[in-house]
């Protein structure tokens, strides 16, 4: 007996359009609008802390192309290198990253290099920067995420819940081994909520506990690291590198995390240091200070 759905998440007919001979993807479109909302996010936070807003704009001309050479390395050298240098393969495909496929793991880190080169060049703080920029990355990931939508990619394993995502038999991406009409987890829509709701909770928290410097990068780091390795675990059925029979993705996921908590813990800790440190010259200096009008 065929078990009947009675709601499910359509996917789109269409992935571009065109202006004159111009293509326009909806992919792209997604990362440019997460990309413009983060450095607006990022200049306001910026500012607030008695910056210049317009550094960020001047290190994001770094930060930018760094990261989605990055991102397209780490889909093309390591998601997926069969595609692009296997037998009958095109080498020159690497090249079309308007086709989809970059990597977020790759894009954060040479992205976060070219940052650090604009910092030193600007002569700002780096770790402020990215205490500054973190959470609106994260919100253009998950903005970033429905592109995927729009390509009918990345998804889950079938499922029967109402929220199921319909894939086009059609699609290239559509697993053969699954009959037409299947249903399967819209891991884009679980990755951009959990994006979302995450950059707004980080920064709840970094101003409700008063986070040293580093520590909201740092959690930005390992709490997406920590939901995208729950995905690669338990849903995403794409096509993947394997490592010791592990997708490639779940030891980077668990790396970043495991990286992640490290990372915030130390930078608490330098904070606090620093704090007892400038208490402790604060003080001297009163005291230096108390002596000396006595003395007078």
């Known amino acids: 007996m065929n078990q009947v759905i009675l709601a499910s998440i359509p996917s789109p007919s269409v992935s571009s359009f065109n202006i004159g001979p111009l293509t326009v993807h909806f992919y792209a479109l997604c990362i440019l609008t997460g990309i413009v909302i983060c450095l607006l996010l990022g200049s306001k936070r910026w500012k607030s802390w008695g910056n210049d807003p317009d550094n960020v704009w ?47 793991m790759g894009a954060i880190s040479l992205g976060a290099l070219g940052a650090y080169i604009a910092c030193r060049r600007y002569k700002v703080s780096f770790a402020q920067f990215a205490d500054a920029v973190a959470p609106g990355i994260l919100i253009a990931q998950g903005i970033g995420r429905w592109g995927n939508w729009f390509n009918q990619e990345l998804f889950g394993k079938p499922t029967t819940l109402p929220w199921g995502l ?64 729950m995905i690669e675990l338990f849903l995403r059925i794409d096509a993947s590198q394997h490592l010791f029979g592990v997708r490639i993705h779940v030891l980077t996921s668990g790396a970043l995390l495991l990286l992640g908590i490290v990372g915030f813990i130390v930078a608490g800790a330098r904070g606090r240091r620093r704090d007892r440190e400038n208490l402790g010259q604060l003080s001297y200096r009163q005291g230096k200070e108390e002596r000396g009008s006595i003395v007078a």
């Open 166 to 229: 319909e894939i086009s038999p059609n699609s290239y991406n559509f697993p053969d081994q699954y009959p037409a009409g299947t249903l399967f987890h819209p891991t884009f829509l679980y990755e951009s909520i959990w994006n979302i709701v995450g950059a707004l909770g980080i920064m709840w928290l970094a101003a409700k506990l008063q986070w040293k410097l580093g520590q909201t990068f740092w959690a930005y780091v390992a709490y997406y690291s920590f939901g995208r390795l």
């Open 58 to 104: 001047d290190i994001a001309m770094w930060a930018i192309p760094f990261g989605l050479v990055g991102a397209r390395m780490y889909h093309v050298f390591i998601t997926d290198p069969e595609s692009y240098f296997g037998e009958g393969a095109h080498p020159i495909d690497a090249l079309k990253i308007w086709e989809g496929g970059i990597g977020i």
